[in-house]
C-alpha cells in the first residue's frame, strides 16, 4: 500500500525524530542534559504539562461514564467509547511521561512492594496504576467486536457494572490528591494558587475539562472521518459544561474572598499577568461564550469554547506546577527545547494512536452499528475487518 507524503505526516516524521533525541540525551546523559530543572526546581515542565495537564485532559472517560451509567443520561451514550479511549490513551502516555522526569525510572515498580500509604504520591500512583486497568478492560469490548470474539465480550459485561464504580471511584480520588499534593507547600506556592481547598479545585476543573475534551474530541474525529457531528449530543454537553465553569469559577471566587485575596488579584505583577491570563481563558472568555443560546446551539461555537476552556485550565495547572515556584525559587524557569520536543512527541503519539483505533476498531456508532450488521452474517474475521475499515472511512 502506497503511503501519501502530506504535511501534518511530515510534521509528525519531524516530531518523532525530534523526541526520540531527546529521549536518546535524557537516558544517556541524564536529567541535567536533558532539562532545565535544578535542585531548586525538581518539578518542571514534563510534571506541570505531561502528569498534571495529563490527568486532567484524560477525565473525560470517568465524566461521561458517569454521567451515562450513573445518571442514566442515555443521550450520551454515543460518545461513551470515544471518551473511555481517550481517557486509556491519555492515561498510558502520562505513565510514558512520568518515566522521563523519574530520576530512576526503572524503579518506578517499587511502590507496589515499598508502600507507604501515609504518602499523598503513593495514593496517586496506586490509584493511577489501578484505574489505568480498570480502562484497558473498559476498552477492551472494542477489540473483541473488531475480531467477533462473544464470548469475552460476555464475561466483559458481567463485570462492567464493577468496573464502572471503581473507575469513578479511582478516578475522583487521584485527580483530587494531585492537588494534594500541593498542600504540604503553603510556603512554597505563591498564595494566588496555594489554597486549602486545591483538591475540590483540581477535581472540579477535571470535570469540566473532561466535558470540553469530550467536545473537542467529537468535533475533531467527525472532520478527519468524515463522521456525521451528532449536534443534539454536543448541546447537551455544552449546557453541562456551562454549568461545570460556574461552579468551579465560584468555588475560585469564594476561595480568594475568604483569603482575602481579591485586591491582590488586581494589583499587576508578574504572577498576576499570568493570572488574569488563566482566568480569562478558563471562565471569562468561554462563560460569556456559552451564556447566549447561539453559541450553545452551534457545534462551531461549541467548538471553540472548548479549545478556550481547555487552554484556560491548562494554564491554571502550568500556573500551579511552575509559575507558582518561582518567587521561592529566585529565578524564572525556562523549559529546555528537549523538553518541549519530547512532550509534543507524547502529544503526537496520542493523536496517531487515537486515529488509528477510531480507523480500525468501532469507536463510533456508525461503526459499531456495521460491526453488529456483519456479526449477524457468517463472515470471517477479515471481512469483519474490512466493514469496520470502510465505516471508518
Same mark, same amino acid.
Given at each position: 500500500?502506497?503511503?501519501?507524503? !502530506? *504535511? ?23 536529567? /541535567?542534559?536533558?532539562?532545565?530543572? !535544578? ?5 518542571? *515542565? ?8 495529563? %490527568?486532567?485532559?484524560?477525565?473525560? /472517560? ?7 451509567? $450513573? *445518571? ?14 481517550? @481517557? *486509556?490513551?491519555?492515561? &498510558? ?38 484505574? !489505568? ?9 472494542? %477489540? ?24 469513578? &471511584? ?47 474530541e467529537s468535533t475533531q474525529s467527525a472532520k478527519a472521518m468524515g463522521r456525521h457531528l451528532e449536534s443534539k449530543v454536543l448541546v447537551q454537553l455544552g449546557g453541562a459544561l456551562l454549568v ?34 488563566? $482566568?480569562?481563558?478558563?471562565? %471569562?472568555?468561554?462563560?460569556t461564550m456559552l451564556s447566549f443560546k447561539k453559541v450553545r446551539l452551534s457545534p462551531q461555537g461549541l467548538y471553540l469554547a472548548s479549545i478556550i476552556s481547555l487552554l484556560g485550565f491548562i !494554564?491554571?495547572?502550568?500556573?500551579? @506546577? ?68 470502510? @465505516?471508518?472511512?
Open positions: 500500500m502506497k503511503i501519501k507524503f !502530506t *504535511f501534518w505526516r511530515a510534521v509528525f516524521a519531524v516530531i518523532m525524530i525530534a523526541g526520540m533525541y531527546s529521549t536518546y540525551v535524557r537516558y544517556f546523559h541524564g536529567l /541535567g542534559a536533558s532539562t532545565n530543572m !535544578t535542585d531548586q526546581f525538581p518539578w518542571g *515542565f514534563w510534571i506541570g504539562f505531561d502528569c498534571l495537564c495529563g %490527568v486532567m485532559l484524560a477525565a473525560g /472517560g470517568f465524566c461521561i461514564v458517569g454521567a451515562v451509567y $450513573l *445518571f442514566n443520561v442515555e443521550s450520551l451514550h454515543s460518545v461513551v467509547r470515544p471518551a473511555v479511549l481517550t @481517557a *486509556f490513551l491519555g492515561y &498510558l502516555l502520562f505513565i510514558v511521561g512520568l518515566l522521563f522526569d523519574l530520576g530512576r525510572p526503572w524503579f518506578i515498580w517499587h511502590q507496589l512492594i515499598y508502600m507507604n500509604p501515609h504518602s499523598v504520591m503513593f495514593e496517586v500512583g496506586m490509584c493511577v496504576m489501578t484505574y !489505568t486497568t480498570v480502562l484497558f478492560f473498559e476498552f477492551l469490548p472494542n %477489540v473483541f467486536e473488531r475480531f467477533n470474539l462473544r464470548q469475552p465480550i460476555k464475561w466483559i459485561k458481567r463485570i462492567y457494572p464493577v468496573l464502572i464504580v471503581l473507575g469513578i &471511584l479511582l478516578s475522583t480520588l487521584h485527580q483530587s490528591s494531585l492537588g494534594s499534593l500541593y498542600l504540604i507547600m503553603p510556603s512554597k506556592l505563591h498564595p494566588f494558587w496555594y489554597s486549602p481547598a486545591l483538591p475540590f479545585f483540581f477535581f472540579g476543573s477535571a470535570v469540566a475539562v473532561g466535558l470540553a475534551m469530550t467536545i473537542f461545570a465553569l460556574w461552579m468551579n469559577a465560584l468555588l475560585r471566587l469564594e476561595d480568594y474572598w475568604h483569603r482575602d485575596m481579591l485586591r491582590q488579584i488586581l494589583k499587576p505583577g508578574y504572577e498576576a499577568y499570568f493570572l488574569w491570563v488563566e $482566568l480569562l481563558l478558563a471562565f %471569562v472568555i468561554p462563560i !494554564t491554571n495547572r502550568l500556573n500551579v @506546577a511552575l509559575i507558582g515556584f518561582e518567587t521561592f525559587v529566585g529565578h524564572h524557569y525556562v523549559p529546555k527545547w528537549t523538553e518541549f520536543s519530547v512532550t509534543l512527541m507524547i502529544i503526537a503519539m496520542g493523536f496517531f494512536l487515537f486515529a488509528v483505533a477510531v480507523r480500525y476498531l468501532p469507536i463510533f456508532p456508525a461503526q459499531e452499528h456495521a460491526v453488529v450488521q456483519t456479526v449477524r452474517q457468517p463472515v470471517a474475521g477479515p471481512a469483519l475487518g474490512e466493514a469496520v475499515l470502510n @465505516a471508518g472511512d
